[in-house]
């Protein structure tokens, strides 16, 4: 009974550590223990019936995803075209102020469209990366000038400590691009002040850290913070899809870096590593 008992309990190990796929061998000696090993197959089988119907679950809904966000590109770059036109006409005070208003509402609608298509595209199954030699350094640089208006607007004067010689890493320039500008976006819209931005590099290591104060008594979960559809800050919510910084997530990882993320006296700052 011990040594069968032995015998089950290994091949449960086994199959919990995904070392087998393998069903636990039923031929016992003893009638109750070989029931019982019967039952965990089927309990098994029935856990993978659930498994393989999530992923595909998971991949219609990626699919959807697409194909909604793919339908709804084009029918609001005509809309936001036109609009601008009107725009442009002799209007009076109080219809440029709708018409103002309505154009940021698409723009920003515009935005949402275009992340939940992003997001999906990354995680279909044919994104593929195309590795080079990138200049981090000019890459940050080129995007906090892009992004300056969007600083002078709501007031951020950001703090930039970058090395004195540049910065290199092998990398998808697309991917890397997108990483910094989604979390440069996220900190200048929801920031409560001045940002930080941070590059350091060694022999085998090139990490990137930017940080911005946060409203007093945020409910920020640093642990769900790259969860996809996360709004857990009450800043968060307003327009939010919770998708950014799951993009910079995944892409950071296909990239094979780490990420993590701390708040600590009402900062949130968010580190990005990556090997040379």
């Known amino acids: 009974m011990r040594s069968e008992l032995r015998s089950v309990s290994g091949q449960l190990e086994a199959l919990v550590g995904d070392e087998t796929e393998k069903m636990i061998d039923i031929s016992f000696a003893d009638k109750e223990l070989e029931r019982l090993a019967g039952l965990l197959n089927q309990y098994n089988d029935k856990q993978r019936m659930i498994v393989a119907g ?19 590109r084009t029918p609001l770059t005509v809309m936001l075209g036109h609009l601008q036109l009107i725009d442009k006409t002799g209007l009076s005070e109080e219809q440029a102020r709708r018409i103002d208003i309505v154009i940021s509402k698409a723009v920003r609608m515009k935005e949402l469209v275009e992340t939940f298509y992003e997001y999906s595209l990354i995680n279909a199954s044919e994104f593929e990366l195309k590795p080079e030699k990138i ?10 000038s892009e992004n300056a208006p ?9 703090s930039i400590d970058l090395p004195s010689q ?15 500008q989604n979390l440069l976006t996220n900190a200048i819209r929801y920031s409560a002040g001045n940002i930080g931005l941070k590059l350091s590099a060694d022999e085998s290591n090139v990490s990137f850290m930017i940080s911005n104060p946060v409203e007093k008594d945020s409910n ?7 969860d996809r559809f996360y709004t857990g800050d009450r800043s968060r919510h307003s327009g939010s899809t919770g998708l950014g910084l799951a993009v910079v997530k995944d892409l950071t990882l296909k990239l094979g870096g780490t990420i993590s993320a701390t ?3 009402d900062e949130l700052t968010i580190r990005i590593d990556f090997s040379v």
């Open 54 to 72: 999530a992923k595909r679950d998971e991949e219609n809904l990626k699919d959807s995803v697409a194909n909604i966000s793919h339908d709804l």
């Open 135 to 144: 200049n981090v350094s000019n890459l940050l640089i080129d995007l906090i």
């Open 150 to 158: 969007a600083m002078e607007e709501k007031g951020i004067v950001p």
């Open 166 to 180: 540049s910065v290199f890493v092998t990398a998808d320039r697309n991917a890397l691009d997108r990483i910094f």
């Open 220 to 226: 920020i979960d640093t642990t769900r913070l790259f």
């Open 263 to 265: 708040c600590e006296n």
